[in-house]
């Protein structure tokens, strides 16, 4: 089955230590993306990549970063210098920018 | 910029009601519209789109059309089921030599009661 897959479902986590969350796609889908979700509101996007091995910052990259070294792989870091880390984080991907396939999601609690 | 709008939530219906979630949106270009479903505890699944004006999405008995005119697409439903209880969010997509993204409205929660 194609699809996006995210790992682990949820996550805890010390304030002040980073933490990486997985997100892969079999969709041979070239472009890739990630959304902080907080209560309430919409999804805001944090970074996304269009090709192995560029990527561009979304609307909140601060405290975050990414990697796209292999076409199906976009993982997220969430360093110590986010203020609010505490969120639901989605990873979508997309042929072409438009319509985008979200991954189930993770609930990242930093305390 | 490039903006979303919906009816703020959260909306309560009977099963079998009729349903209208609103949706506006102000975009420079000429953008493609849709509408995406988020049940408690996952991802957002696409559930229709709408790629230019006068068009109509639909899906599991949902439909929305473009209207340009009014700057709207909004999502209609005939007749709600208890399963149909989640998020909308309504989402715009503008092309732009490769800067696209898209935009998402803050959503709206659905609750449907038997």
């Known amino acids: 089955d194609g699809g996006i897959t995210q790992s682990p479902k949820y996550l805890f986590r010390k304030e002040g230590q980073n933490v990486t969350l997985s997100c892969e796609q079999n969709?041979?889908?070239?472009?890739m993306y990630w959304y902080r979700q907080d209560p309430g509101q919409g999804l805001r996007l944090i970074y996304y990549s269009q090709i192995v091995n560029d990527f561009q910052k979304g609307d909140i990259a601060e405290g975050y970063s990414v990697s796209r070294e292999k076409k199906e792989s976009f993982p997220l870091t969430v360093t110590s210098a986010q203020k609010n880390p505490t969120a639901f984080y989605l990873c979508a991907s997309s042929l072409q920018g438009d319509e985008q396939y979200f991954g189930p999601g993770t609930r990242l609690t930093v305390t | 910029g490039d903006s979303v709008t919906q009816m703020e939530g959260p909306v309560t219906l009977s099963e079998e009601a009729f349903l209208t979630i609103n949706c506006t949106y102000t975009?420079?270009?000429?953008?493609?519209l849709f509408w995406y479903v988020q049940y408690p505890g996952e991802g957002l699944q696409l559930l229709l789109k709408?790629?230019?004006?006068?068009d109509k999405g639909s899906n599991k008995g949902f439909e929305a059309t473009y209207r340009k005119e009014t700057t709207s697409f909004h999502l209609e439903k005939g007749s709600v089921q208890v399963s149909d209880s989640a998020v909308y969010f309504c989402?715009?997509?503008?092309?732009?030599?490769?800067?696209?993204?898209?935009?998402f409205g803050t959503g709206t929660r659905l609750t449907i009661i038997p």
């Open positions: 975009a420079t270009g000429y953008p493609s």
């Open positions: 969709l041979n889908h070239d472009a």
């Open positions: 709408a790629t230019k004006a006068d």
């Open positions: 989402a715009l997509w503008v092309p732009n030599f490769g800067n696209e993204k898209l935009t």
